[in-house]
Structure formats: C-alpha cells, structure tokens
C-alpha cells in the first residue's frame, strides 16, 4: 500500500509520544458498529426474503404486512438476544478465569512464574533480558494476571457491554429490515396502486449496498467492492426466496 505524503504526515502525528500517551491512557474501546452492520445486513436480508417469497406466490399486501413485520420483531429479537448472550458469557468467562489465575498466583506462584517465563522465551527473548521481563510482570499482580489472561488463554480484556451489543443488533436489524415494507406500508394506508414490489426491490438494494459501503470501514476492503459483494450475496437470497414463492404458488394452485 502507498500513502501520500499527507497520510503519512498525519502517521507520524499519531505516533508522536504525546499522541501514543494519550490514546493508550484512554484504553481500548469496543466498537459497536461491527455489530449494527451486520444486524442491518440480517435484517434487510431476511426482511426483503420474506417479502420476495410472499410477492412470488401473488399473495395480498396484507400478508406481505403480516409476515414481514412477525419477521423483523421476531428474527431481530432473536439475533439481539443471541448476541447479548454470547457477549455476557464472554464476559463472564472472562471474569471466571481471572478468578482462577489470581488463585493460581496465590497458591503456586513460582510455577506462575515459570509460565511467564515460558511464555517470553517463546517470543525469543532469553538470559538477563527474559529475567528482567519475568520479574517486572510479576511484581505487579494485576499485570500478572492480565498477561496470563490475554498469553495464555488468548482472551481480551476489553468485553463490550452485553446489552449495548444486543440493542445496537436489534435497532439496525428494525431500521434495516423497515425499509422492505415501506412501499407495502404506502399501499396499504394510503390506498395507492405502487408496484410495492420494485420499489421495495430498489429501496432494499440501497440498503445491501449502504451497508455493505460501511461495512468496509472496518474490515479494510474497498468501500465499492464490499457493497456491491454484499448487494449480490442480499440480491442471490432475496431471488431464492422469490423463487420458492412462485413454486410454492404453482404447487398449491
């Protein structure tokens, strides 16, 4: 990868020993926005099959409604309670094994000791040096345990709250899987005669494209590719389910 001269100015700022001090002080923070794509992709995906599947089998708006909004209460709840539960047992596997390693630096500190030790040799650090790393980790026992935690067990220290996990899952998983219905919605109570259907097929290929640009900016690809790969990966299931509907509908007529 080439920077220009200005990025790599502005590197250069960042790793200034003012910039670092700052942002190591503030500690790492988890980022929810991995969460609310991929509720957004979820939603949008499952919301839009469920009306695609409905339209292929030439069923009414009121069904469309009826479905589509039981989809997005009841798969959005159920993707958001998931993920709560795995954060929150994240978290207290976490809790459980710091728990465990102060006991074991409590009760058998030398063998302890030999693990940390064992750990840096690993590294390739050796001698006066790897002593040296041995007894400044050990001296402290939080650095201790945390280095056991994160070496050893290969755990983070930073777990995200399980409830903001959930919500920020259920809340782009509803404002996504919304924008499916909302030609039906228009149909319904104002009376129109829309062709619901291309509208929701084009409000909902904004959407897979949006969320897929966004979801560029933490997995490191090319904001157009990544939206147009998730619009293909939406459009493939949403075009499954259209099909399956106009099956269904042939076999049942």
Do not use: C
Request: aromatic share 10%; net charge negative; proline share 2%.
């Amino acid at each position: 990868m080439h920077l220009k001269a200005s990025d790599i100015h502005r590197l250069e700022q960042d790793h200034s020993t003012e910039a670092i001090q700052e942002r190591l002080a503030l500690g790492a923070e988890h980022s929810y926005l991995r969460d609310m794509v991929y509720g957004a992709v979820d939603g949008a995906v499952t919301t839009f099959a469920v009306v695609s599947g409905v339209a292929g089998a030439g069923l009414s708006v009121a069904v469309v409604l009826i479905l589509g909004f039981a989809n997005l209460l009841g798969d959005g709840f159920s993707m958001a309670a998931g993920n709560y539960l795995a954060t929150k047992v994240d978290k207290r596997r976490l809790l459980k094994m710091r728990s465990i390693e102060e006991t074991h630096i409590r009760e058998v500190p030398e063998g302890e000791r030999e693990e940390v030790r064992q750990i840096f040799k690993a590294k390739g650090f050796e001698g006066d040096i790897l002593e040296k790393i041995v007894q400044t980790i050990t001296a402290d026992e939080e650095l201790w345990v945390d280095t056991m935690l994160r070496e050893e067990w290969g755990l983070s220290l930073h777990v995200p709250s399980p409830w903001r996990a959930g919500l920020s899952t259920f809340g782009a998983f509803a404002a996504a899987g919304l924008v499916p219905l909302i030609p039906f919605v228009i149909n319904f109570i104002f009376k129109l005669q829309l062709d619901a259907f291309i509208w929701s097929s084009i409000f909902t290929a904004t959407v897979f494209f949006l969320v897929g640009a966004l979801k560029s900016s933490f997995t490191g690809e090319k904001w157009l590719r990544s939206g147009f790969e998730t619009l293909l990966v939406g459009g493939s299931a949403a075009t499954l389910a259209y099909l399956v509907g106009i099956l269904l509908k042939n076999i049942t007529a």
